[in-house]
Nanobody
Framework: QVQLVESGGGLVQPGGSLRLSCAAS????????IGWFRQAPGKEREGVSC????????YYADSVKGRFTISRDNAKGTVYLQMNSLKPEDTAVYYC????????????????????WGKGTLVTVSS
């Protein structure tokens, strides 16, 4: 059984930082492009960032460019999302998922292409 598990969410003040992690059981993330998505209350889910499996391609939504950094540690089979300069509008449940060639985050594919989702981790940015 394949499970993706996110961790690292929490409550942070505006301007603060958090690092999210995405790990998996039942599958090696090393073979997948991994995307981070978020869904704020009352809003649709949106792609935040994605990192390819092998060629180093990275994508960011315009709303997080310059503030968020995605990376992966294949030795640990983990993908990270470093979030700096957090804003209240970053408040959302953050999900990691397999995103073939990062097409979903890049806006070139739909969510039907995603095989595996995590259950999400809540990030709250508030003073």
């Amino acid at each position: 059984q394949v499970q993706l598990v996110e961790s690292g969410g929490g409550l942070v003040q505006p301007g603060g930082s958090l690092r999210l992690s995405c790990a998996a059981s039942g599958v090696s993330l090393n073979y997948y492009a991994i995307g981070w998505f978020r869904q704020a209350p009352g809003k649709e889910r949106e792609g935040v960032s994605c990192i390819s499996s092998s060629d180093g391609r990275i994508y960011y939504a315009d709303s997080v460019k310059g503030r968020f950094t995605i990376s992966r540690d294949n030795a640990k089979g983990t993908v990270y999302l470093q979030m700096n300069s957090l804003k209240p509008e970053d408040t959302a449940v953050y999900y990691c998922a397999t995103d073939p060639l990062c097409t979903v985050v890049a806006g070139l594919g739909n969510y039907g292409a995603i095989d595996y989702w995590g259950k999400g981790t809540l990030v709250t940015v508030s003073s």
